[in-house]
């Protein structure tokens, strides 16, 4: 009867921690308040155009490539789950259409695309001349004084 009750403690230990090794944790990422209007205003059906739809869902997912990749979270399901939510999208219809090599999505060229749309819409120079100047001309100024 003690070993019994033994076997049913280690048991439970045991699943206890298989369950606990495998859980996954809930996604980092706020999907719940992004802007799904990138995807459901232009990609939209019932002919669903692959380019269009696949730039659109590039756009919205590849800032977020690292967390949607991750199998210990939940971030790819939250994130689809709120695409068709609001799109009404048909299920599937991005893993369908959306391919760009047998690694998935490459989001290198959307990256680049939204870092130099970022830097123009911020008025940014993309030479960073001036602080290059500030850096001589304040060492300059800084020996001028110290010398006099």
């Given amino acids: 009867m003690a070993s019994n009750r033994f076997f049913h403690l280690v048991l439970f230990f045991l699943l206890a921690g298989l369950a ?18 990138i995807i459901t205003s232009q990609c939209k059906g ?6 269009v739809c696949c ?5 919205l997912s590849c800032p ?3 967390q949607i990749n991750d199998l210990k979270t939940d971030c790819a399901s939250t994130l689809f789950s709120y695409i ?10 991005f893993s369908s259409l959306c391919r760009d090599g047998k690694d998935g999505l490459d989001c290198e060229e959307t990256l680049k695309t939204q870092a130099k749309a970022s830097v123009e819409k911020s008025g940014a120079s993309a030479k ?9 001309t304040s060492t300059f100024l800084m020996l001028l004084f110290k010398l006099f």
């Fill in 20 to 37: 606990s090794s495998t859980s996954i944790s809930s996604c980092p990422v706020n999907f719940e308040n992004q802007n799904y209007t």
């Fill in 46 to 51: 019932p002919q669903y155009n692959a380019k």
């Fill in 55 to 59: 730039d659109a869902f590039k756009q």
């Fill in 64 to 66: 977020y490539s690292e």
């Fill in 84 to 93: 068709n939510l609001y799109g009404k999208y048909p299920p599937g219809l």
């Fill in 128 to 136: 960073y001349t001036q602080p290059l100047m500030l850096m001589p």
